[in-house]
T-cell receptor, first 116, second 111 residues
Framework: DGGITQSPKYLFRKEGQNVTLSCEQN?????MYWYRQDPGQGLRLIYY???????QKGDIAEGYSVSREKKESFPLTVTSAQKNPTAFYLC???????????????FGPGTRLTVL | SQKIEQNSEALNIQEGKTATLTCNYT??????LQWYRQDPGRGPVFLLL?????KEKRKERLKVTFDTTLKQSLFHITASQPADSATYLC??????????FGQGTELSVKP
């Protein structure tokens, strides 16, 4: 059963705590992405990675960190430095843009993070 | 920088009618444009991709057009059904290789 999974689906955090969101894919994709979605807004790119042990900042990387130790996994840590972390977080994966006939992104089900 | 603009107002239509959603982009014309569907509380799902040399693309009840002169793509759902109710996102790659999404248009199909 191929796909991309995220866990947990809902996450509650107290202010000042770091929290890590999980993202795993078995689609053999090299590229993985983290997006943040706020109500009524589009997806904003936080971080992306095209190869193991390498990743780049997106448009809103401040207060977030990532790692890419395995091709299949791309966890996102929301640190206490993120001023407004309550949001819906989406992980996606794809073939590296420009290397395949189609560069569509496959999304996970999302994690809704609420800071109390 | 490349920007994507979709109608932020929700579109409400009657079952059986054709829904038409608009996506406008600024700056350079992308090589292709993608449409995704997103249901509440879920991740977007890819629907269709149209390339710059394709004026129109169809998939079942879906039709997408791409007008590089107007810098616009139209997304049509014919014979709409309540199950088509969702938010529809368009997306293009910018020159830096990042996928840029519009904010989406919410479609509501009433029985």
């Amino acid at each position: 059963d191929g796909g991309i999974t995220q866990s947990p689906k809902y996450l509650f955090r107290k202010e000042g705590q770091n929290v890590t969101l999980s993202c795993e894919q078995n689609l053999n994709h090299d590229a993985m992405y983290w997006y943040r979605q706020d109500p009524g807004q589009g997806l904003r790119l936080i971080y992306y990675s095209q190869i193991v042990n390498d990743f780049q900042k997106g448009d809103i990387a401040e207060g977030y960190s990532v790692s890419r130790e395995k091709k299949e996994s791309f966890p996102l840590t929301v640190t206490s430095a993120q001023k407004n972390p309550t949001a819906f977080y989406l992980c996606a994966s794809s073939f590296i843009p420009g290397t395949a006939y189609t560069d569509t992104q496959y999304f996970g089900p999302g994690t809704r993070l609420t800071v109390l | 920088s490349q920007k994507i603009e979709q109608n932020s107002e929700a579109l409400n239509i009657q079952e059986g009618k054709t829904a038409t959603l608009t996506c406008n982009y600024t700056n350079y014309s992308p090589a292709y444009l993608q449409w995704y569907r997103q249901d509440p509380g879920r991740g977007p799902v890819f629907l269709l991709l149209i390339r710059e040399n394709e004026k129109e693309k169809r998939k079942e009840r879906l039709k997408v057009t791409f007008d590089t002169t107007l810098k616009q793509s139209l997304f049509h759902i014919t014979a709409s059904q309540p199950a088509d109710s969702a938010t529809y996102l368009c997306a293009v790659y910018n020159q830096g290789g990042k996928l840029i999404f519009g904010q989406g248009t919410e479609l509501s199909v009433k029985p």
